[in-house]
């Protein structure tokens, strides 16, 4: 099975960057679209941003222009770099992957994540 683990979140100041690592064990990663996710207390996990295998980009609206998504696929690793942070970024953060082509879906099985706290 794969296994992620998420790390560097932590407290930060409105306004502030954080950069979030995921260590993917046990996958290829190569040709695979790697995801962000976060979820807020409360709320449904919704998607951040995404990368695929050719490091094509999306994002959130929420979070466009903000944050970027990148992959290092030497060393199983995929990032998120938050700038700008705002309140509403708390959340728990995730990342997951997916395999490229049709009737994909997202690995069911997550990781522990990240908390990342914005104060105001």
């Known amino acids: 099975q794969v296994q992620l683990v998420e790390s560097g979140g932590g407290l930060v100041q409105a306004g502030g960057s954080l950069r979030l690592s995921c260590a993917a064990s046990?996958?290829?990663?190569?040709?695979?679209?790697m995801g962000w996710y976060r979820q807020a207390p409360g709320k449904q996990r919704e998607l951040v941003a995404t990368?695929?295998?050719?490091?094509?980009?999306n994002y959130a609206d929420s979070v466009k222009g903000r944050f970027t998504i990148s992959r290092d696929n030497t060393k199983l690793m995929v990032y998120l770099q938050m700038n700008s942070l705002k309140p509403e970024d708390t959340a728990v953060y995730y990342c997951?992957?997916?395999?490229?082509?049709?009737?994909?879906?997202?690995?069911?099985?997550w990781g522990q994540g990240t908390q990342v706290t914005v104060s105001s």
């Open positions: 990368i695929t295998s050719r490091d094509s980009t």
């Open positions: 046990g996958s290829i990663f190569r040709s695979v679209i």
């Open positions: 997951n992957w997916k395999t490229e082509g049709a009737a994909s879906t997202w690995y069911k099985y």
